[in-house]
């Protein structure tokens, strides 16, 4: 990370954020697998977080982002597991509650972070923009040729 620390004072203009972001995208790309959230890093950047959003839904940047959020989904999934591991039988009703549901919460953070492998109501939807179906009625037609 460089140019941090000299640009403290004010929010970056979009310009400037996505010189700063584009620099550092490596780094940004890590801490989204490392479950860092977007506001964290925006704060961290001096950016508004609108604009790191545009930045990394950028056509060029937009798979390395899922390639980073699958990496933080794994890695909640594994913490998931681990709370559930945690589990021991002489512990009480309310630290076994707690860890399910912490659990819970984990696994629902991976969903969030990929749909496509976590969320069991997903469906993949198809870009239907380019297939039109014109239906016309059999009587349309003979009105026309008339």
Known sequence: MHDLKE???????????????SNN??????????????????????????????????DEIREKKEVALQIASYHQIDEARQYLESI?????????????ELSQFSTYLAKVKNRKEFDLNYKEQSDN?????????????KQIDK
């Open 129 to 141: 923009n380019n297939q039109q179906i014109v239906i016309i009625p059999a009587n349309f037609t």
């Open 25 to 58: 995208l490596e780094y940004v790309l890590n801490q989204i697998s490392n479950n860092k959230s977007y506001a964290t890093l925006a704060k961290e950047f001096n950016v508004n977080v609108a604009n790191l959003c545009f930045f990394l839904n950028q």
């Open 88 to 100: 021991q039988a002489d512990d009480t009703n309310a630290s076994v509650r707690k860890k399910s």
């Open 7 to 21: 640009i403290k004072k004010k929010e970056l203009s979009k310009a400037d954020s996505f010189t700063l972001l």
